[in-house]
């Protein structure tokens, strides 16, 4: 298994050291679907606690070929990405499976806290799609 380390911080950090910050924790993920006249579209979200006094929450990116360099920021303990979309007003179980198999697969997300000048350790692994 990957274990990613974090290289940046908030905008404008540009060295982290050590922090005696915990890794975020308590993760949780759920699956949404949402239907429509232009399709239907399944939705992973992951939650995690909210670690004191962190100002942004950097979400690496971990796939097949490596890790994102850019980390997605986020000021809320969440961040989610579809994970599986189809044709027509009702969501198809078996196209949404295969797309979910492939997600979980394919992609993994690691959560670091960031704070003014450093940053957390790297929180676990996730496989996006799948339960945490």
Known sequence: ???LHPTTGPPGVS???RSHHP?????????EDRAGDQGWHTRWRLTWRPVPEALAYA????GVEGADPVPRLVTEPSWE???ACG???????AIRAEQLGAASAGLQ??????????????????????PV
Not at 59 to 62: I, K
Not at 109 to 130: E, I, K
Request: net charge negative; aromatic share 4%; with cysteine.
């Open 1 to 3: 298994m990957t274990h």
């Open 15 to 17: 060295s982290v050291t």
């Open 23 to 31: 890794a975020p924790d308590g993760f949780a993920a759920v699956l």
């Open 59 to 62: 979400v690496h990116l971990v």
């Open 81 to 83: 990405i579809e994970v």
């Open 87 to 93: 044709p027509g007003p009702v969501v198809d179980p």
């Open 109 to 130: 997300v690691c959560v670091v806290a960031c704070f003014a000048d450093t940053a957390s350790p790297p929180g676990p692994l996730c496989a996006v799609g799948s």
